[in-house]
């Protein structure tokens, strides 16, 4: 039990401290952090760190849809992930605009997806088979265009739904084109609202994609996002099984080159240009021989050649033991 002092003993400490004969005890200071009561932060770090994560899974994604459409290199990185009032955010976009609004379904959450106008002029200039280079900036979007790019903004939606699943199954879909940030309104200018920049490299020139989120709806997500361990989540359609189920079952579905070499033989060059219609090369292989079987350039089986249902076909008849002696 703690001493309990005296009268006499509590007055002569007073009196200490009054003369000076005993300092009084030093606080400790500590960093003073400043609190916006305006603009709480929803987002904790450690949740942002997870939308982070999800939006480079998209990045992926959408960058090799790009690749195989543009037939160029293209890199897309998370350039940030902020909270911000909605009010600077209207601040910062140009006018014209290429905003699409979207929500994702049953929930209340809404969002803009931003291109720049340059941005979204050169997708369209190189989609419709074009180099991109002479493109016109600081333009409205014609309706022709948004028409051309439609295909690019659904494959966003489908490729942003992809990367949510491994939270929920929530559904992107997309509402409207508009030009003006003023008709594109999904919260109030005091509101904060969740923003994502992508810097986006097609060839040597960068571009900025921009997704805001509004996060007075988001608090179903935020709850989501905290009470599961997402190192460990996979889409719902993947629950149940494994990753190396997951793999292979992916593996089953690749296409992969298959090539069969008949034979060989040489001939003069003045043999080969004096070749006709009807004239007959003599090969070195037999009917009866062994012909390899390549996998992309490498023999891995051997196989006896024959006909299926009057189809030209080849039976595997064995794993090839000596691929060097084939490939030459």
Known sequence: MAEV????????????????????????????????????????????RTI?????TFSESFSSFLVSKLQNIVNINVASVDQIYYSEYVLSVSNPACLYTFEIDNTDIKGILEMGSDFALTLVDLLLGGNGEDVQKNK???????????????????????????VDNFVFRMERFESDIDFAQITSQSESVLLITFEISIGEKSYIMNLCFATFAFDAVLVKLTNQNLSKIRPGKYNGTTAHNIIKANLYKALVPVTVEFGRTSIKFKELMDLEQGDIIKLKNKISDEYPIKIKNKVLFLGRIGTVNKHKAIKITRKALNQEKYEQ
């Open 5 to 48: 002092l005296s009268q006499q003993e509590i007055d002569a400490l007073l009196n200490n401290v009054q003369s000076g004969a005993e300092e009084p005890t030093t606080t400790i200071e500590k960093d003073v952090i400043p609190f916006d009561f305006r603009l709480p932060n929803r987002i904790s770090k450690n949740q942002l």
């Open 140 to 166: 409205v979007i014609t309706p022709i265009e948004q028409k051309v790019l439609n295909v690019v903004i659904d494959k966003i939606m489908q490729d942003l739904t992809k990367a949510w699943q491994m």
């Open 52 to 56: 982070r994560n999800i939006h480079e």
